[in-house]
């Protein structure tokens, strides 16, 4: 026993040293006074959370870049997923908080300022009566169990998904885009403040707009950050997000932005088809996790 626990102590020792060693010659360029700074801060998080959990971490916070700078959305059903297999799920949900916020501002405005703005006016409707929905049904959530709103919501996405990659083509007519708006911002609202989720049917609705592939993602953009800034607000005040758990955030910044720089060459890359079918397939994704979740937790 007191030999395995002196060999797992030497290799942590090993695996922080090796870390530390390679964020210093990456950061080889700063000034003598702050070049200490990266290997402290690094050194701290070795400590807190071990080398493999941050390697674990910031791979998965790769591939939940890429998957959002791709289609636009699932970084936190990846990140929390992922993060949660190994650890508390506060700290997963802490580490999601600021790759989601600084990738959604990165989504919104990718195009530039103008077209992250116009986009903000031109759904200005539906964010305005989702906010003040998910507000009003938060109330709601000690009344309805969180599994059966995500049930309910997962058999919606899987089905309304898989028939549409059969083939199946499902849009709103102009002359009712404004009623269907109202109607799925009030959908997104209820659901978004019982359960926490509300991109499933803003993503189901922009589909059946027909959107180009840069619209959509500038819109879904618009929500998420949104919804991301009350977060961080809201985590800050509880206390998730805090001394120890703001620098793992903070940390898992960096894979993330370089996952989503990826996942746009890809999302640039692809046709609007190839691009509807690809966002068809993680939504489908999403509505089987959320059926995963309201069934067994």
Do not use: C
Not at 99 to 113: A, D, H, K
Not at 169 to 191: D, M, Q
Not at 220 to 245: E, P, R
């Amino acid at each position: 026993m007191l030999r395995r626990s002196a060999s797992k102590l030497r290799r942590d020792a090993l695996e922080r040293h090796i870390m530390t060693i390679a964020i210093s010659r990456s950061h080889w360029h700063l000034s003598p006074e702050y070049r200490g700074l990266p290997v402290v801060f690094l050194d701290q998080l070795v400590q807190n959370f071990g080398a493999t959990t941050l390697v674990a971490s910031l791979a998965i916070a790769l591939l939940a870049g890429f998957v959002k700078g791709a289609v636009g959305f699932a970084m936190p059903m990846i990140m929390i997923g992922g993060l949660g297999s190994f650890m508390p799920p506060q700290v997963a949900l802490a580490g999601l908080l600021l790759p989601t916020l600084v990738t959604n501002f990165r989504q919104m405005f990718r195009s530039g300022f103008g077209a992250g703005f116009a986009e903000l006016r031109k759904y200005w409707r539906y964010n305005l009566v989702f906010a003040v929905t998910i507000i009003l049904s938060a109330q709601l959530v000690v009344q309805v169990p969180a599994a059966v709103v995500f049930v309910i919501l997962g058999v919606v996405v899987v089905v309304f998904g898989s028939i549409q990659l059969a083939g199946v083509r499902i849009t709103i007519a102009p002359h009712r885009r404004r009623r269907a708006e109202v109607a799925l911002a009030v959908v997104s609202g209820v659901i978004g403040g019982m359960s926490g989720v509300w991109g499933p049917p803003l993503i189901l609705y922009l589909l059946a707009l027909d959107l180009p592939k840069e619209e959509q993602t500038r819109a879904l953009g618009v929500t998420f950050l949104l919804g991301a800034i009350i977060l961080v607000a809201a985590h800050l005040k509880s206390g998730v997000l805090n001394a120890q758990t703001l620098p793992f955030s903070a940390l898992l910044l960096v894979p993330a932005l370089a996952g989503l720089v990826l996942g746009g060459w890809l999302h640039d890359r692809l046709d609007q088809q190839r691009f509807r079918r690809l966002t068809l397939f993680v939504l489908v994704i999403v509505g089987l996790n959320l059926l995963r979740r309201g069934v067994f937790g």
